[in-house]
């Protein structure tokens, strides 16, 4: 018997019909509150998500060869927000509306230095930097000894061959403003996942 | 029920289990779709350009020569597809063929020399083909620099020198290398010459790039040749050549007075003879004597005075001693060997000298005597033509064909500067040092000078008093100040009968006192002659009545190597515009001045200690003097004004001759009273006593030896010793004077600018300002030139009161010339919205900023403005987090307080 057919015989509903139907109408209630618990949740991890990844964990899927082997075409890495960087981090920078990966060599009032071999000396002292592959000049239009302004950090690509970077009049220095973060992590692929140095 | 309730909850626990695990995957998913769009890309930035990026050189070697080639650029694959992104430089090789006769390309390089060389001279020729391949793959080189050294080995110059000389034409065949010989009609072997050339370009555009030339048929080398290669060939040819001896005259057009004899200017009418000034023409080293030089000698020449067109600060006409252009030798002529001279600048001998300017080449027609020449003989050729030694190279009008025996007749203009010389002055006084308030020494009626006014009497006591308060030895005359006019106790002193200290009326010319001074002592002071006891008149130290102004200096106006006495820094108005005659008052029409009186300037007269001023019409009869010969009027001035009489001054200068020196070498003064002048230590000017102004001549060679090179210096010393008029007009003529101003003693400053990743249309504005080391901006006028990346002339103008405005585009660069070393420069960026600015002065290190300030070294400063779009957001990140952020921020504030909300809302409806 249905209900319909109960409200149009208009016969009292027995108890049993009444318990069924309250079932039906909690478990109806219970059902839209899950769903928008559900749709809430979900809003709030989307919303949760993006704001770290814009404002905490930049997420960068790198293009290019000029990190290489440190960091490679395709690589997907995590950075942190931060100006606060030493020598030898990782660092992501604005330019020309562009965000560029480069390694940081000098900081502000360092002295630069490159010979013809490609060894980079900073102050004095000749840089040890295990993460290249094959040192050189490369492209280089600026003149050595180079003394990195104020405000400003002097950065170099790790494939030293084909990164334009500081050497290059063209890039220079590059003002601590314009800088966004440090790479920290590399989320793929998954056979490098891991801490990035 | 229990039981049945049990069932229930655990259906109801496993539904509750299986959304979560639902929810957590969706949420996963969320948070990995989510977190991967807002991925953002970064580049590492690398040289994206396609090809491989060479610095590298090849060396080619083969019997005749050795060439090293330096590669530098990017080199692209010619089949695009072989390039796998990854091609290493050293992996590139390059291939040198030498190119058969039968090749077009060497057929045009045959060609060429062919029409560029006469018929009967011998030449090697070798044409080369380059082609660089990576693995077997062809490279484009037509982005790289190809610089080729090119050393030739001595089998060349062998070739030429030995190859035998014939009437025909033959060939023969060595290595790929085709000689081509014939009657050589030169039959001096000395006049012979091997060159060696590096050729370049295609068909008609084939010219010689570098070459160099030796003697022929000596051991030495030939030196080796560079040339950019433009195009895949390259051919180096070797040739005798012919090595003309050619003379060099060096003539300047010079400005020199208009003089006339006495004859001349007894024919003149009376009006052109008051128009006229004479000097004493001392040519020949004939100093004048109180005995000799007379008004009716000929020593006398005559300079002519002409309306200059300016009126002076009274308002009275200004005149300018007249001058015509003269074309005079400077240099001895001499002669050089084509091959040791190829260019101008290697024969002019003023091409580095600032003070002319090479304005027309002559060269005389062959043939003619250069002692006969007429002008019609001489050809004319702008100052910029170059020289060949190649009749068939010569292009009219442009390069210059110089056979043996040529003349080249260069013809240069006087430029036109200033030239500062520091002088010490020396402020006489002849009073001691008060005012008195009646007509008596007393103490009682003594005054400090700085009392005086021209409203009541006042009185100086000139008796034996400041400089003039000395003791003459027994005999001699004491040479005083203050002529006949002050009381000057020694106004009458006489010296071998000729008085000094008034105007000599012991008919000497004009008053003079000649022969006072004798020499100069080892310490630089001039030595008076036996008879005379003179102060301590242009030294240093202290002496009564002397005050020494080492704070001056005087300005001269340079034309050429003439040094005209213009001004003195430090005395304005006082002493301005000396190369310019007027009359002191239109009532004095003879006379002529040039009105000088630094003394005016300095801080002595009228102050405590000094002598007061006089000389005002107006107020003659309230300054007086008290003496004992006489009381009576300061005299007045010619001008009718207060001056600050009786000074002296005293400088030197530096100049050198080279022994192929002839121009002109000669010293004019004309004024009043002393002036003595010595060259080395020989007196060469001597205008003696108290007198109007009188002029003199001096020619420096009747005493400096043509042909002898040396260094000498010109001693001057001159006084005003009688008030009521005071001229000084003085001129030199002398090569090389010590500081004198030249190209290489200024330097130039380069601002260029650069726009990176932009559009490249935009002009920044920019203005810079030059001032001196004190901060004082520079008063002269600079010429500055704008020029395009491309070295094309944008724009030129001049700078004016030390600072101008200029706007530069991408690649453009702004050259201002002859400015001073040691001049500091500020240069300011106007602020362009979108841009931020760095700068970088000589290659160094950048510097954020729209500003720069620096000093003027002796190199071309060059200062390089790079603007850079100011950087945004990266595409991927939209307009802004704002947009994002506060929705965001507002769901995650509510997702968190909601369960906090709704425990309280249901409490509150359980309760």
């Known amino acids: ?197 | 029920v229990i039981i049945k309730d049990a069932e229930k909850y655990q259906k109801a626990h496993k539904r509750k289990s299986i959304w979560y695990r639902v929810l957590s995957v969706l949420s996963a998913i969320t948070v990995f779709c989510t977190t991967y769009a807002l991925i953002l890309p970064a580049i590492t930035m690398e040289d994206p350009s396609p090809g491989i990026k060479l610095d590298n050189v090849f060396v080619y070697e083969d019997e005749e020569v050795l060439i090293n080639f330096h590669v530098s650029g990017r080199a692209l694959f010619v089949n695009e597809y072989l390039d796998d992104g990854n091609s290493s430089a050293n992996d590139v090789e390059l291939s040198v063929k030498k190119l058969p006769e039968s090749d077009y390309a060497y057929g045009e390089y045959l060609e060429y020399m062919d029409s560029s060389l006469d018929d009967d001279c011998l030449y090697t020729l070798t044409a080369f083909q380059l082609s660089f391949t990576h693995n077997g793959a062809v490279l484009d080189t037509k982005n790289c620099t190809v610089k080729a050294e090119i050393s030739p080995k001595d089998s060349i110059k062998e070739v030429v020198n030995e190859t035998p000389l014939i009437d025909t034409k033959q060939e023969s065949e060595a290595g790929g290398t085709l000689i081509f010989s014939s009657l050589d009609s030169s039959s001096d072997e000395d006049d012979k010459v091997i060159a060696f050339s590096a050729l370049q370009g295609t068909g008609s555009d084939i010219s010689e790039q570098d070459t160099v030339f030796i003697q022929a048929n000596t051991s030495e080398s030939l030196p080796m040749i560079t040339t950019l290669v433009e195009g895949d060939t390259l051919a180096v040819a070797s040739y005798s050549a012919a090595n003309p001896s050619f003379t060099v005259q060096y003539y300047t057009s010079l400005s020199v007075f208009d003089t006339y004899t006495k004859a001349e200017y007894n024919n003149m009418t009376s009006a052109q003879k008051a128009m006229c000034l004479p000097l004493i023409d001392t040519s020949g080293g004939k100093l004048p004597t109180n005995t000799t030089t007379t008004t009716s000698t000929n020593d006398i020449i005559y300079v002519r005075l002409v309306d200059n067109g300016t009126k002076n600060a009274n308002g009275l006409p200004e005149y300018t001693l007249a001058k015509h252009t003269q074309l005079m030798p400077m240099y001895t002529d001499k002669t050089f060997e084509y091959i040791k001279a190829p260019d101008i600048m290697y024969f002019d001998k003023l091409y580095s000298n600032g003070n002319f300017a090479l304005t027309k080449i002559l060269v005389l027609k062959s043939g003619v005597d250069p002692s006969k020449a007429k002008d019609s003989d001489w050809t004319e050729y702008p100052a910029d033509a170059t020289f060949t030694n190649n009749p068939s190279s010569a292009i009219a009008g442009k390069r210059i064909y110089i056979e043996d025996g040529a003349v080249i007749r260069l013809i240069h203009t006087p430029t036109t500067g200033s030239y500062t010389n520091s002088a010490t002055f020396f402020d006489y006084d002849i009073t001691d040092g008060y005012i008195y308030t009646i007509e008596s020494t007393s103490a009682t009626y003594r005054r400090n000078t700085s009392k005086q006014t021209n409203s009541a009497t006042w009185f100086a006591n000139t008796a034996e008093s400041g400089i003039n308060k000395f003791s003459a030895e027994s005999g001699n005359a004491k040479f005083s100040f203050g002529n006949s006019n002050t009381g000057v106790t020694a106004r009458t002193a006489t010296w071998n009968g000729y008085y000094i200290n008034q105007y000599n009326r012991s008919s000497t010319y004009s008053g003079c006192a000649f022969g006072m001074v004798t020499g100069l002592s080892s310490n630089g002071l001039p030595v008076f002659a036996n008879g005379i006891t003179a102060p301590d008149l242009f030294s240093t130290k202290s002496v009564n009545g002397k005050t020494v102004f080492n704070n001056y200096s005087l300005q001269f106006i340079q034309q050429g190597d003439t040094y005209t006495l213009a001004y003195v820094n430090g005395a304005g108005s006082y002493a301005d515009n000396l190369q310019l005659f007027s009359n002191p008052q239109s009532k004095y029409s003879h006379i002529f001045t040039n009105n000088f009186w630094p003394m005016d300037a300095a801080n002595t007269w009228g102050a405590d200690g000094h002598d007061l001023v006089f000389g005002s019409e107006q107020y003659e009869n309230n300054r007086r003097f008290i003496s004992t010969l006489e009381d009576d009027t300061f005299p007045p001035g010619d001008d009718g004004l207060d001056h600050n009489s009786y000074f002296g001054m005293t400088y030197s200068l530096e100049f050198e001759i080279s022994d192929d020196y002839e121009g002109p070498l000669e010293y004019i003064f004309y004024g009043d009273d002393d002036m003595w002048v010595f060259l080395d230590e020989q007196l060469v000017c001597d205008i003696g006593g108290v007198h109007s102004s009188v002029g003199e001549y001096v020619n420096l060679w009747d005493y400096i030896d043509k042909g002898t090179a040396g260094k000498h210096t010109l001693t001057f010393f001159y006084t005003e010793r009688g008030a009521s008029g005071s001229t000084c007009y003085m001129q030199f003529t002398l090569p090389s004077v010590s500081i004198q101003s030249s190209q290489y003693e200024t330097t130039s400053l380069n601002i260029e600018k650069e726009v990176q990743n932009s559009d490249t249309n935009t002009a920044f504005d920019f203005d810079v300002t030059f001032t001196d080391k004190d901060g004082v901006p520079l008063i002269n006028t600079y010429v500055y030139t704008v020029y395009n990346a491309d070295a094309s002339i944008a724009d030129n103008g001049i700078i004016e009161n030390s600072t101008t405005r200029f706007k530069l585009s991408h690649g453009q660069y702004i050259v201002v010339d002859y400015l001073p070393i040691g001049a500091k420069y500020t240069v300011n960026e106007a602020v362009t919205p979108g841009f931020f600015t760095v700068n970088t002065v000589n290659g160094g290190s950048k510097t954020e900023g729209n500003s720069i300030t620096g000093t003027l070294g002796d190199t071309t400063e060059k200062v390089l403005f790079i603007n850079i779009t100011s950087a945004q957001l990266p595409s991927t990140g939209g307009r802004g987090m704002a947009l994002f952020f506060i929705p965001l921020l507002v769901a995650v504030i509510y997702a968190f307080s909601l369960p906090i909300i709704r425990k309280k809302l249901s409490v509150r409806r359980q309760e």
């Open chain 1, 1 to 197: 018997m249905s209900t319909k057919e109960l409200n149009t015989s208009k016969e009292i509903p027995s108890s049993e019909q009444l318990e069924d139907e309250l079932i039906r109408v909690k478990y109806k209630q219970r059902y839209r509150k899950l769903l928008k618990n559900s749709v809430y949740a979900l809003l709030v991890v989307a919303a949760i998500s993006v704001l770290i990844a814009t404002l905490l964990l930049p997420v960068l899927e790198i293009h290019g060869n000029s990190m290489s082997p440190t960091l490679e075409n395709g690589d997907i890495v995590l950075s942190i927000k931060t100006s606060a960087l030493k020598r030898g981090d990782i660092c992501c920078l604005y330019y020309n509306n562009h965000i560029l990966v480069k390694r940081v060599i000098g900081l502000q009032g360092d002295v630069v230095n490159m010979d013809e071999n490609g060894n980079v000396y900073v102050n004095g002292e000749l840089l040890d930097e295990p993460y290249i592959v094959e040192k050189s000049i490369g492209d280089c239009d600026i003149a050595f000894p180079y003394t990195v302004p104020e405000q400003t950090v002097f950065v170099l690509g790790d494939n030293r061959d084909t990164s334009v970077d500081s050497r290059n009049s063209q890039l220079g220095a590059i003002a601590l403003d314009e800088l966004v973060g440090k790479i920290v992590f590399r989320v793929w692929p998954f056979a490098s996942f891991g801490t990035i140095r």
